[in-house]
T-cell receptor, first 111, second 116 residues
Framework: GENVEQHPSTLSVQEGDSAVIKCTYS??????FPWYKQELGKRPQLIID?????GEKKDQRIAVTLNKTAKHFSLHITETQPEDSAVYFC??????????FGPGTRLSVLP | GAVVSQHPSRVICKSGTSVKIECRSL??????MFWYRQFPKQSLMLMAT?????????EQGVEKDKFLINHASLTLSTLTVTSAHPEDSSFYIC????????????FGSGTRLTVV
């Protein structure tokens, strides 16, 4: 089955700097890659996603890149703000089947 | 957009009792429902997959007799934690699939279960 790895497990950045989180997946059949942000005590919230027919997608300060050949995708957050501090989860999905989540990255944005 | 209503959002129960969690798709037919569990400081892990009118498929290590899943209609799926124990305390969240929409997955709001 699918296996998703995520790095780093923790990440601290200064406010205004960029943050990059990388995920790798094992199943070449996966074709949908969402990213979730989870604040303490709350449910995960979808922040951006990408499908396998696209190499990059951007939404304001957040972007995701996908390299299907290497089976990895990355989340990029620019101009980080303290409210970006949270745990971020990537997931790989073979459409029609369940999400397989990465183990998460705890991002801390230091003021 | 598509909405999945999950109830209750929080529940505290005594050891040995049963708790039922409901996920209802409000404006679409959920042919498939995924149930996930998240222990503190861990990721979300799939517990089981249910298709309307069929028996659920459980992941390895998830006891089907303890976690009863019913998906009797296209808009309602329930997860019952039977004879709950403190180690069942976790965050449970459902995800409904709407096959009429490309990549149509909608998560419920989650249920935080505390067994005392």
């Amino acid at each position: 089955g699918e296996n998703v790895e995520q790095h780093p497990s923790t990440l601290s950045v200064q406010e205004g700097d960029s943050a990059v989180i990388k995920c790798t997946y094992s199943d070449s059949a996966s074709n949908y890659f969402p990213w979730y942000k989870q604040e303490l005590g709350k449910r995960p919230q979808l922040i951006i996603d990408i499908r396998s027919n696209v190499g990059e997608k951007k939404d304001q300060r957040i972007a995701v890149t996908l390299n299907k050949t290497a089976k990895h995708f990355s989340l990029h957050i620019t101009e980080t703000q303290p409210e970006d501090s949270a745990v971020y989860f990537c997931a790989a999905v073979n459409y029609g089947q369940n999400f397989v989540f990465g183990p998460g990255t705890r991002l801390s944005v230091l003021p | 957009g598509a909405v999945v209503s999950q109830h209750p959002s929080r529940v505290i129960c005594k050891s040995g009792t049963s708790v039922k969690i409901e996920c209802r798709s409000l404006d679409f037919q959920a042919t498939t429902m995924f149930w996930y569990r998240q222990f503190p400081k861990q990721s979300l892990m799939l517990m089981a997959t249910s298709n309307e009118g069929s028996k659920a498929t459980y992941e390895q290590g998830v006891e089907k007799d303890k976690f009863l899943i019913n998906h009797a209609s296209l808009t309602l799926s329930t997860l019952t934690v039977t004879s709950a124990h403190p180690e069942d305390s976790s965050f449970y969240i459902c995800s409904a699939m709407n096959r009429e929409v490309n990549y149509g997955y909608t998560f419920g709001s989650g249920t935080r279960l505390t067994v005392v």
